[in-house]
């Protein structure tokens, strides 16, 4: 794994303990947000490994997953499907006029546990793939 792709991987596994944190806090649209933020470097360090080369400054997974895979593999329904629930976090889990209500109010721990899986779903992947890549 290039040095790049691992520097990605530790800081969305960081940020993966951010995600505990904030659930036990209480604070489930933060840990929604960062759920989908640790994803999102996971896949630039698919996206970096696989090019050789920073990854777009894109915060959509569905793509960044699309381009971060080597040629020939396909991304799971799964692993899209889980995409598809973090994606949404990315800014409704910040912003008022998203939700027309307070974010922090809105969310509960059942959308952080959901956002939660769907992450760790997603790092397990892309590690996986990064190993065998390596292997």
Known sequence: ?????????????????????????EKYNWACFIAQQAAEKALKALYADQHSEEPPHSHSL???AAD?????????????????GLDRHYTISRYRSSLMAVPGEEYCKADAEEARRQ?????????????????
């Open 1 to 25: 794994m290039r040095r790049e792709a691992e520097e990605w991987v530790r800081q969305a596994q960081e940020d993966m303990l951010a995600v505990h944190s904030n659930i036990r806090e």
């Open 62 to 64: 569905r793509m960044l």
């Open 68 to 84: 971060g895979v080597p040629p020939g593999t396909e991304v799971p329904q799964e692993i899209l499907e889980a995409l598809a």
């Open 119 to 135: 992450c760790s779903k997603t790092l397990q992947w892309a590690t996986a793939l990064l190993r065998e890549k390596g292997s």
